[in-house]
């Protein structure tokens, strides 16, 4: 008899592959997803691939997947996140769980955004991010702001000279892609790719999407937070050589040429890295720093912000 879900244990998390030993990201495009016992399979016209389900951080389904509800269990006792995104990752539509069982990230975040000295310290070291050069030691957030849309602005002069693009100012109505000259739809088709890189990357490590830094009062504040630190380096340049080739479809040339583009820089795991270099304590390293995500750790909150094991009931045994 097959063994179904119900028969089958959860897998403990010390019978799980290491997060650090994961394929951080597997992408799957126009196929169907299955399970066959502890692997998924993607099935399309070529022929059926088996990938262990373990050994997946965060599975990206892109358009034309199609996955059963056999795969997503198995997908979830593996600990593997799941994400519902555009070609190749470039757009980001919805995520089951995320890829760590730690609320460390998610914690560091919330306590880092609570406090308002410590919330300015990471919008400062998010600016050092974006402008290496830049001191941003003492500065006001108003002073910040001023000095980033100097830095933007001297970008987009850079970029018209270099390619020759004639540039007048950012145009961008909302809901009116095409009201916007060729190279303004260019930067605002990166952009929105940006935005999807980020969301996937956020929802992954299990930080909040509200919770920004430089951006705030809306549910992803902080999706646009991390997007923003690869928009001088990556976005804007790559719209502007998208115009300068040609004024046709630039909204679709720079999805695609911004999609090979993240590819070949490894955009994904850099932003894993960014994100936990901002919000780790100070002395951790961001390449190599495991947030606990492949263990179940469980505690409750006592007094004086110490933490005391879970599963132990704390009350007076004679009153029980």
């Known amino acids: ?23 951080s990201f597997t992408y799957l495009e126009r196929c169907t997803v299955h399970r066959d016992a502890n692997a998924i399979t993607a099935q399309d016209a070529d022929g059926t691939t088996h990938i262990p389900a373990a050994a ?14 056999q795969a997503m269990s198995v997908l979830g006792e593996c600990g593997a996140a ?102 303004n739809q260019a930067i605002t088709a990166a952009a929105q790719c940006m935005y999807g890189i980020a969301h996937t990357v956020v929802a992954a490590l299990g930080c909040s999407p509200a919770l920004g830094f430089v951006h705030s009062g809306h549910e992803l504040s902080f999706v646009l937070d991390i997007a923003d630190l690869y928009k001088t380096e990556i976005g804007i340049p790559l719209a ?7 004024d046709e479809d630039p909204g679709p040339r720079t999805r695609r040429a911004l999609r090979d583009r993240i590819h070949q820089l490894g955009l994904l795991d850099r932003c894993v890295s960014d994100i936990k270099g901002l919000l780790l304590p100070p002395g951790a390293d961001p390449e190599t720093a495991i947030v606990d995500s492949d263990i179940d750790h469980v505690t409750l909150q006592s007094d004086h912000d110490q933490q005391v094991p879970s599963g132990t009931n704390y009350g007076d045994e004679t009153g029980w």
């Open 240 to 246: 502007f050589d998208i115009a300068a080739e040609s």
């Open 82 to 183: 799941v994400a519902w995104v555009g070609e190749h990752a470039v757009r980001f539509y919805a995520s089951g769980r995320a890829l760590t069982r730690s609320s460390a990230l998610a914690e560091a975040q919330a306590s880092a955004w609570a406090n308002r000295r410590t919330r300015l310290d990471v919008a400062r070291a998010m600016y050092r991010l974006r402008f290496p050069d830049e001191d941003t030691a003492g500065l006001t957030r108003h002073e910040l702001l001023g000095r980033e849309g100097t830095r933007v602005k001297d970008c987009y002069r850079a970029q018209s000279t270099r390619t020759g693009v004639q540039w007048k100012k950012r145009q961008y109505a909302p809901g009116d892609f095409t009201s916007g000259d060729p190279v």
């Open 56 to 69: 997946i951080g965060t599975l990206l389904l892109g358009p034309g997947t199609r996955i059963t509800h």
């Open 1 to 23: 008899m097959t063994e179904t879900v119900g028969r089958r244990a959860a897998s403990s998390p010390r019978e799980l592959t290491r997060v650090a030993d994961r394929f």
